[in-house]
C-alpha cells in the first residue's frame, strides 16, 4: 500500500489519527490536505498525549516527513503554538514538516466573522469551531481578499493588501453584525513575524510529495473531520467547507488519483457528531449520556460534548460508495464492552418505504426512522485483544456485522486509545 488515504467515514472524531500513527510505522511520508485548526487529532503513545490540530499526526514517529498541502487552510498562531509545544516535548519538527507556500492562510478577521455568523442566525447555526475555516474558505473561492502562506513571506505584499482586505471586513462585522472592526496594524506586525518564523517550513509540497512517490517512499494521506461533514456530500448545510472525502487528498495535496492505491475508512464502533445537523440514530437521554460517559465523548478542539447514537450503517454505505473504500478502520470497539445489548441502524423507515441509501435532500432525512437491529453486546474487556481470535465471538461478529452492513472488509480494529491497542486484520 505505497499511497494510502485515512478518511473519517462519520461526522468526524473517529480517532483517524490513532489509525494514522499506528500506520505511520510502515510509511515515510503523512500528509494533511483539508481542513484547517477545526480538526483535533489525538494520538496517545504510553502516557503520552498530543491533540494536532494541522500538524500531521505521523509526526510523533521521529525522522518521519509530514506535510501541510495546499488544501488545508492555515491559521500560523496556531501551527506555531503546535511546534513549540512539540519541541517542548523533545519533538523536532525542523526538516520533517513542510507547508503548502500555496495553503491560504487564516486572519483574525476569518474567525470574527465566523463566531459573528454564527451568532447572527441563534438557532439555525451550524455550530462550527469557531476557527475561521468556512470564512477563509470563502475568501479562497471568491478570489479577491486570499491570503497564501506565500504572501506572508513577503512582507511588502502583506503591508500593501491587508489595509484594503481589513477595511472590507470591518464593513461587514460593523455594518451587518454590529461588531467592532479590527484594527490592521497589529494584524500585519503579528502575520509578517509569523511569516519569518514559518519560513523554514515552507515549500511546493505537490513536487516534494510527487518525489517521493517516485522514489518509491510510503505516504499516508491523513484525512480531517468526515465524509458526513464534506461540503458537497455531507448534511447540507450543516458540513464543514472542504472536500472531507476522497478526492480532496488530490486536489488538497496536488497529486494525481492514479497514485492513490488505498482508502482507509475510519469509524467508530457507535456513531458521534459535535455541532448541529441530523444524526438519525441519536441517543436522546440515559442510554447517550452512558454511551457519551463510557466513550469519554467531548471534542478535541472546543470540549462540547458530543452527541451520541447506535453505529448507522447508512452513513458508512454512503462513505465506501463516495470513497471508494477498499477497507474499514473500526475503532473504539472497547467502549461497548460493558453494553448487555447493541443495536444497530440497518435502514430508514421513510413513510410505506425502507431506504437502503442514506438520502441526500434533509427534508427526507428529518422524516425518516431508523430501523434497528438488536445484536448481543459480550460484556468482557477487548483492549487486551491483538488478533480477531482473541476478541469474544460476540464482538467478532458485532465487526462481521458492521463489514457486512456497509459493504466493505475491516482491515483494521482499534480497542483502546494507545498505539499497541490495535488489531491489524491483514
Ligand atoms: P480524530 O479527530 O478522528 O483523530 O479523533 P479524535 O482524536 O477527535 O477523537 C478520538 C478519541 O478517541 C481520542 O480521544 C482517541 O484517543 C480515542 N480513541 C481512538 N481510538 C480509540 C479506541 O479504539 N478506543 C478508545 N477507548 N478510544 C479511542
Ligand atoms: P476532526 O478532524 C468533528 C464540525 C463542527 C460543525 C461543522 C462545521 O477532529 O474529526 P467548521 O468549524 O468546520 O466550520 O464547523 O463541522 N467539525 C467537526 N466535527 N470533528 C472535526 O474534526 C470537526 N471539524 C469540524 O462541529 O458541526
Ligand atoms: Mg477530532
Same mark, same amino acid.
Given at each position: 500500500m505505497p499511497t494510502t488515504i485515512v478518511l473519517g467515514a462519520q461526522w468526524g472524531d473517529e480517532g483517524k489519527a490513532k489509525v494514522v500513527d499506528y500506520l505511520t510505522e510502515r510509511a515515510d511520508v503523512v500528509v494533511r490536505y483539508q481542513g484547517g485548526a477545526n480538526a483535533g487529532h489525538t494520538v496517545k503513545v504510553g502516557s503520552d498525549q498530543? $491533540?494536532?490540530h494541522l500538524?500531521?499526526?505521523?509526526?510523533?514517529?521521529p525522522d518521519k516527513v509530514c506535510m501541510v498541502g495546499n488544501g488545508v487552510v492555515l491559521d500560523p498562531e496556531a501551527v506555531l503554538a503546535e511546534i513549540d509545544a512539540l519541541a517542548a516535548r523533545g519533538i523536532s519538527c525542523a526538516g520533517r514538516l513542510f507547508i503548502s507556500e500555496s495553503a491560504h492562510v487564516v486572519m483574525p478577521y476569518h474567525q470574527a466573522l465566523d463566531r459573528a455568523g454564527e451568532e447572527s442566525v441563534g438557532a439555525t447555526r451550524i455550530g462550527t469551531t469557531g476557527r475561521g475555516i468556512g470564512p477563509c474558505y470563502r475568501d479562497k473561492v471568491e478570489r479577491t481578499h486570499g491570503i497564501r502562506v506565500m504572501d506572508l513571506l513577503d512582507a511588502e505584499e502583506l503591508r500593501q493588501r491587508l489595509p484594503v482586505v481589513v477595511a472590507a471586513k470591518n464593513e461587514i462585522l460593523t455594518k451587518i453584525y454590529g461588531q467592532p472592526g479590527l484594527d490592521p496594524q497589529p494584524i500585519i506586525d503579528a502575520y509578517v513575524g509569523y511569516g519569518q518564523r514559518l519560513a523554514q517550513y515552507v515549500a511546493d509540497t505537490s513536487v516534494?510529495?510527487?518525489?517521493?512517490?517516485?522514489?518509491?517512499?510510503e505516504v499516508l494521506f491523513e484525512g480531517a473531520q468526515g465524509t458526513l461533514l464534506d461540503v458537497d456530500h455531507g448534511t447540507y448545510p450543516f458540513v464543514t467547507s472542504s472536500n472531507t472525502t476522497a478526492g480532496?487528498?488530490?486536489?488538497?495535496?496536488?497529486?494525481?488519483?492514479?497514485?492513490?492505491?488505498? $482508502? $482507509?475508512?475510519?469509524?467508530?464502533?457507535?456513531t458521534t457528531r459535535v455541532g448541529n445537523g441530523p444524526f438519525p440514530t441519536e441517543l436522546l437521554g440515559p442510554e447517550g449520556d452512558r454511551l457519551r460517559e463510557?466513550?469519554?465523548?467531548?471534542?478535541?478542539t472546543t470540549g462540547r460534548p458530543r452527541r451520541c447514537g447506535w453505529f448507522d450503517a447508512l452513513p458508512v454505505r454512503r462513505s465506501a460508495r463516495i470513497n471508494g473504500l477498499t477497507s474499514l478502520a473500526i475503532t473504539r470497539l472497547d467502549v461497548l464492552d460493558s453494553l448487555p445489548r447493541l443495536q444497530v441502524c440497518v435502514g430508514y423507515r421513510f413513510g410505506q418505504q425502507t431506504l437502503e441509501e442514506f438520502p441526500a435532500n434533509p427534508r427526507v432525512l428529518a422524516a425518516c426512522t431508523p430501523v434497528l437491529e438488536e445484536l448481543p453486546g459480550w460484556q468482557q474487556p477487548t483492549t487486551g485483544a491483538r488478533r480477531l481470535s482473541d476478541l469474544p465471538a460476540a464482538a467478532r461478529r458485532y465487526v462481521e456485522r458492521l463489514s457486512s452492513l456497509s459493504r466493505t472488509p475491516v482491515s483494521l480494529v482499534s480497542v483502546g486509545p494507545e498505539r499497541a491497542a490495535t488489531i491489524d486484520v491483514e
Amino acid at each position: 500500500m505505497p499511497t494510502t488515504i485515512v478518511l473519517g467515514a462519520q461526522w468526524g472524531d473517529e480517532g483517524k489519527a490513532k489509525v494514522v500513527d499506528y500506520l505511520t510505522e510502515r510509511a515515510d511520508v503523512v500528509v494533511r490536505y483539508q481542513g484547517g485548526a477545526n480538526a483535533g487529532h489525538t494520538v496517545k503513545v504510553g502516557s503520552d498525549q498530543f $491533540v494536532f490540530h494541522l500538524v500531521p499526526s505521523g509526526i510523533m514517529h521521529p525522522d518521519k516527513v509530514c506535510m501541510v498541502g495546499n488544501g488545508v487552510v492555515l491559521d500560523p498562531e496556531a501551527v506555531l503554538a503546535e511546534i513549540d509545544a512539540l519541541a517542548a516535548r523533545g519533538i523536532s519538527c525542523a526538516g520533517r514538516l513542510f507547508i503548502s507556500e500555496s495553503a491560504h492562510v487564516v486572519m483574525p478577521y476569518h474567525q470574527a466573522l465566523d463566531r459573528a455568523g454564527e451568532e447572527s442566525v441563534g438557532a439555525t447555526r451550524i455550530g462550527t469551531t469557531g476557527r475561521g475555516i468556512g470564512p477563509c474558505y470563502r475568501d479562497k473561492v471568491e478570489r479577491t481578499h486570499g491570503i497564501r502562506v506565500m504572501d506572508l513571506l513577503d512582507a511588502e505584499e502583506l503591508r500593501q493588501r491587508l489595509p484594503v482586505v481589513v477595511a472590507a471586513k470591518n464593513e461587514i462585522l460593523t455594518k451587518i453584525y454590529g461588531q467592532p472592526g479590527l484594527d490592521p496594524q497589529p494584524i500585519i506586525d503579528a502575520y509578517v513575524g509569523y511569516g519569518q518564523r514559518l519560513a523554514q517550513y515552507v515549500a511546493d509540497t505537490s513536487v516534494l510529495l510527487s518525489q517521493a512517490i517516485e522514489a518509491g517512499r510510503e505516504v499516508l494521506f491523513e484525512g480531517a473531520q468526515g465524509t458526513l461533514l464534506d461540503v458537497d456530500h455531507g448534511t447540507y448545510p450543516f458540513v464543514t467547507s472542504s472536500n472531507t472525502t476522497a478526492g480532496g487528498a488530490c486536489t488538497g495535496s496536488g497529486i494525481g488519483p492514479t497514485r492513490i492505491d488505498a $482508502v $482507509v475508512g475510519v469509524t467508530k464502533a457507535y456513531t458521534t457528531r459535535v455541532g448541529n445537523g441530523p444524526f438519525p440514530t441519536e441517543l436522546l437521554g440515559p442510554e447517550g449520556d452512558r454511551l457519551r460517559e463510557l466513550g469519554h465523548e467531548y471534542g478535541a478542539t472546543t470540549g462540547r460534548p458530543r452527541r451520541c447514537g447506535w453505529f448507522d450503517a447508512l452513513p458508512v454505505r454512503r462513505s465506501a460508495r463516495i470513497n471508494g473504500l477498499t477497507s474499514l478502520a473500526i475503532t473504539r470497539l472497547d467502549v461497548l464492552d460493558s453494553l448487555p445489548r447493541l443495536q444497530v441502524c440497518v435502514g430508514y423507515r421513510f413513510g410505506q418505504q425502507t431506504l437502503e441509501e442514506f438520502p441526500a435532500n434533509p427534508r427526507v432525512l428529518a422524516a425518516c426512522t431508523p430501523v434497528l437491529e438488536e445484536l448481543p453486546g459480550w460484556q468482557q474487556p477487548t483492549t487486551g485483544a491483538r488478533r480477531l481470535s482473541d476478541l469474544p465471538a460476540a464482538a467478532r461478529r458485532y465487526v462481521e456485522r458492521l463489514s457486512s452492513l456497509s459493504r466493505t472488509p475491516v482491515s483494521l480494529v482499534s480497542v483502546g486509545p494507545e498505539r499497541a491497542a490495535t488489531i491489524d486484520v491483514e
